[in-house]
Each structure stands twice: as structure tokens, then as C-alpha cells.
């Protein structure tokens, strides 16, 4: 898919085959069904996003064999109504001045165990604990870590095109001035060139000159990025509703030996973490991958994060490329792969990249694909 090519919209039957597809994961679990609140999981399930997230309990409601509800407040429910995904369930409305629990407890199990989408206020889970004291709940991506980890066809169409409006962006970063002017003026070029490929909103713009670089997540301050800086470019948001997340470390005028070195060292790792991808292997391969070849250089103490994430209706979601995670890698996975060196009061260096597993690959094993490739090798600004 091109950055500028608009994807057909998911239909209704696309959200029921979602919604069932959690309600029989909870089951799997062993859990009398999820609970469901605004939030990234309430989108991918039914296509809902309340114009504003208020007090007022909007939850839905899944349990495998039961028509899904979504419960919500009077005043919201035409809204509800209009969701993609609302022909695939049924509305329960409730109005102001109406204990909201007491219309959500009967599509409970009254001594059940429930999964609950992180987003959920502590209000409204303590109220359903009140109506219901036999209740239990654990976070639903502690119980279903893996709900939106494999995407289908349209979902990889969609993070490709974020990819590609992100990769668009920095090359369009690298023909502005950066010595002499502050990171936040950079920052803010990087955010207006990713609403300009399409994205519709904007995630984050670290942009880490010099010493800053050595913090991961430095955000853009006043400093004024000077010639011989080191400047790390760390940025992404949402384009068609998914992900984008790409890093690239650039430097101001031409580069000592040691900042070359210490570039082509993460480079090569994060070579090796992409060549670790392929359907089976776990994902702290990857991890272990990228950070032997930091390790080996003598740099592994200053590697000071995971190597991955996940990524999809949000920037950062399971699974995670980290020692001890050892689910597998299965084809449609979407995950960064991120390596990085950090020299503390001297400068940083990351290079990342959103890969997705892919069936095909060498000796039909199985690989990866990029969704990210602006070149690798250290692009030298002014």
C-alpha cells in the first residue's frame, strides 16, 4: 500500500470475528469473559471510540457463547450506534441518575473471573465489584497478552503505509538546518513532516543532541544542537489507525572515528536482531542476537533496554523482544527491533526499525520484512 492510498474500513464482520475470536481466548484462559474500556482494545474490537473518555461507565462486555453488549450512556449511544462494529453487537444504554452496575451486573457471572482491558477506570472496576463481591479480575494483557499481537492482511497493509508516511518524514528531516537551532524546533519540523505524510496524530519526536542522545527517551528541550553533535531521531504516531516507530542517528558535520565505530556497532546489531526473525524461534532470540554483537564490541553495559516491542493500534504493545520472553515469534507479528549504545555525558546511538514475521524466507523457513528502509548508514546533517 503507497502513503497516500486510503484502506477500505473494516466491516462489521471483522469486529464479531474479533470479538469472538477474545471471548473464546478468555474462555482458554479460564476466564468467565473480558471486560472491555475506552481504550486502544475497545477500538480494535469493535471500531467505538467515545469522542471523550468521561466518568460515565461505557464497557463491553464478552463471554464465549453470549451475544456481546456494549454498555453505554444514553447521551453516547448514537455514537455507539454508528461504530463499525455495532451491527455485531447489542447496545445497553444507560442514563444519568441510573446506577450504571446495576445494568451491567446481570450480564455478569455473579462469582466469575473476568479479564479487564488496562485502560479501565478503578471506579468503575471497584462499582462492579460492589454489585458483584464474588467477582475476580485480572489485567487483560496480563491474562491475553497476545490478543492484537497477529495481524491479519489489512492490518499489515495498514502499518506498512505508517511505515512508509514515517520513512517520508526522515528524509524530508534530513534537508533542514540542525546546527544552531534548538531540539524542540527540530522536534516540531519532525511532527509536522508526520502529519504531512498522513499521520493523524503524532506519538512522539525525541530528539536527543550530544549528551542528551545518551538518554532513550530524552524529550526535545532547549538545547541548541551545535556542529559535532551526535543527535538521535526517535519518532512515530498513528496513520489509518496504526502504528508507526522508526529511529535513525544522524550527526551534525562530520563524525569522530568513535562515534563511526560505535554507529556501525548498532547497525550490525540491529542486522542481527532482524536476521534472529522467523516464525518459532522466541522472542528473546532477537534480544540475544542484537545484544551479543553489542556485548562482544565491549558496549553491552551501555545497552540499557529491550530490544522490541510490539506494534499496532498503539506504538507500544506486546509482544516484547527481551531476555526471558520465549513465546514465539508467529508470521504477522509486528515488532521493533532497536538496539542501541548510550555513553552517558557524550552522545547515543539507536537505529530501529518496525519488522513483521513472515512466512517465506531463506530455505523456506520462514523471515522477516521491514516496514521501514531509509537507509542504515549514518546520514551526515548540517
Keep these: 500500500m503507497s502513503v497516500s492510498t486510503i484502506p477500505a474500513p473494516f466491516t462489521a464482520e471483522d469486529y464479531r470475528a474479533r470479538m469472538a475470536r477474545a471471548a473464546d481466548a478468555a474462555a482458554d484462559a479460564g476466564l468467565d469473559g473480558v471486560l472491555v474500556a475506552p481504550g486502544p482494545d475497545l477500538a480494535y474490537l469493535t471500531g467505538y471510540q467515545p469522542t471523550a473518555v468521561t466518568e460515565r461507565l461505557t464497557v463491553l462486555v464478552l463471554a464465549a457463547g453470549r451475544e456481546p453488549v456494549l454498555v453505554v450512556p444514553t447521551l453516547e449511544a448514537p455514537d455507539a450506534e454508528n461504530a463499525p462494529g455495532a451491527p455485531a453487537l447489542t447496545l445497553r444504554d444507560w442514563t444519568d441518575g441510573k446506577d450504571p452496575y446495576a445494568v451491567t451486573a446481570p450480564l455478569l457471572d455473579a462469582a466469575g473471573r473476568f479479564g479487564v482491558s488496562d485502560n479501565a477506570w478503578a471506579m468503575h472496576l471497584l462499582g462492579l465489584q460492589k454489585a458483584l463481591p464474588a467477582t475476580s479480575y485480572v489485567s487483560l494483557t496480563e491474562a491475553l497478552p497476545m490478543l492484537r499481537a497477529v495481524k491479519d492482511a489489512r492490518e499489515l497493509d495498514r ?5 512508509a508516511a514515517a520513512d517520508e518524514a526522515y528524509r524530508e528531516i534530513l534537508t533542514v538546518r540542525f546546527a544552531g537551532r534548538k531540539e524542540t524546533e527540530v522536534a516540531a519540523d519532525l511532527a509536522a513532516a508526520l502529519l504531512r505524510s498522513g499521520h493523524s496524530q503524532v506519538d512522539f519526536t525525541v530528539v536527543g543532541s550530544g549528551p542528551n542522545g545518551a538518554n532513550p527517551h530524552h524529550e526535545a528541550g532547549e538545547r541548541v544542537i551545535e556542529r559535532g553533535d551526535m543527535v538521535v531521531l526517535d519518532f512515530g504516531g498513528l496513520k489509518h489507525g496504526y502504528g508507526s516507530d522508526t529511529t535513525r542517528t544522524v550527526h551534525v558535520g562530520e563524525p569522530t572515528d568513535e562515534e563511526r565505530r560505535v554507529h556501525d556497532l548498532v547497525r550490525e546489531a540491529q542486522q542481527a536482531g532482524f536476521e534472529a526473525v522467523r516464525p518459532g524461534a522466541a522472542c528473546q532470540d532477537v534480544d540475544r542476537a542484537a545484544r551479543k554483537v553489542i556485548t562482544d564490541a565491549g558496549y553491552g553495559a551501555y545497552f540499557i533496554h529491550r530490544t522490541g516491542h510490539g506494534i499496532g493500534v498503539t506504538t507500544h504493545e506486546p509482544p516484547y523482544m527481551i531476555e526471558g520472553e520465549e513465546r514465539p ?8 527491533i532497536e538496539p542501541g549504545v548510550y555513553l552517558p555525558g557524550r552522545f547515543g546511538v539507536r537505529i530501529e526499525d ?4 513472515t512466512e517465506d524466507g531463506p530455505g523456506g523457513g520462514g523471515g522477516a520484512r521491514r516496514f521501514n528502509n531509509t537507509p542504515h548508514e549514518m546520514a551526515i546533517v548540517e
Design 329 to 336: 515469534i508467529v508470521p504477522g507479528m509486528c515488532f521493533s
Design 354 to 357: 518496525i519488522v513483521t514475521a
Design 159 to 163: 502499518i506498512a503505509a505508517a511505515g
